[in-house]
């Protein structure tokens, strides 16, 4: 009843629905809008990479800190539900919304790239999950495809916007933003039967 382990699938997913390219892509179109080619994709790079080496530092030096702190794997999985619910919700009921080298850093490594979600995203995994290496070095690996998927996307989101992409991507947004808020009420409840607050069985 109380096991809630997400596997390989399940952790791209996540990863894909809150640190993906769909959540990038027009807050970096916006951010460099007026810009030439070079400039954004040295933007591109820049930005994917200090939200990777960010990313990494939270995937690895989350169990450490939590533990310090003694922050239960439910205590966790609440706040993480709560963070993913909120987020999704801020999609699903509102439309989406002059540049320099600093936009790389904010907002587009934080919080375009590396969301708050996805932050939350990665503290539920690690805790969520048995850790050994061989388990870790697979979060790790799905992480850094992520990124690169967000590197591929953002280096090259003229062309994609150019094709049409720009009315799309944010309908597919919102779809991906409802399936969200549902695995955030599924994790909430996992925390509540660790608790012992609800009986409810696993889905």
């Known amino acids: 009843m109380k096991n809630f382990e997400l ?4 952790i791209f997913v996540l990863f894909f629905l809150t640190l993906g ?7 970096f179109a916006r951010a460099t809008h007026g810009t030439d080619l070079a400039f ?6 820049e930005s994917t990479a200090i939200a990777t080496a960010i990313a990494l530092v939270v995937a690895l030096l989350a169990p450490l800190v939590l533990g310090n702190w003694h922050v239960s794997p439910p205590a966790v ?12 919700l801020r999609i699903v009921m509102q439309a989406p919304p002059a540049p320099g080298s600093a936009i790389a850093v904010f907002p587009l490594a934080m919080p375009a790239i590396l969301t708050a979600p996805g932050i939350a995203a990665i503290a539920v995994i690690i805790s969520l999950n048995k850790h050994d ?8 690996v799905i992480l850094i495809g992520v990124m690169v998927l967000n590197l591929l ?6 062309t994609i ?27 909430i ?5 660790v608790l012992e607050v609800m009986h409810w069985p696993a889905s």
């Open 40 to 45: 954004q994709r040295r933007m591109a790079w």
């Open 161 to 187: 916007l150019k094709h049409g992409l720009a009315g799309v991507l944010p309908v597919v947004g919102w779809v991906l933003a409802v399936l969200q808020a549902a695995l955030a009420v599924q994790i």
């Open 77 to 88: 999985s609440i706040t993480a539900g709560i963070i993913l619910f909120a987020q999704a």
């Open 21 to 27: 390219p769909l959540k990038a892509i027009l807050p």
């Open 153 to 158: 996307t953002l280096w090259n989101n003229e």
């Open 189 to 193: 409840i996992h925390a509540l039967r």
């Open 7 to 10: 596997g390989t699938g399940d």
């Open 133 to 140: 290496l061989a388990h870790e070095a697979i979060v790790i």
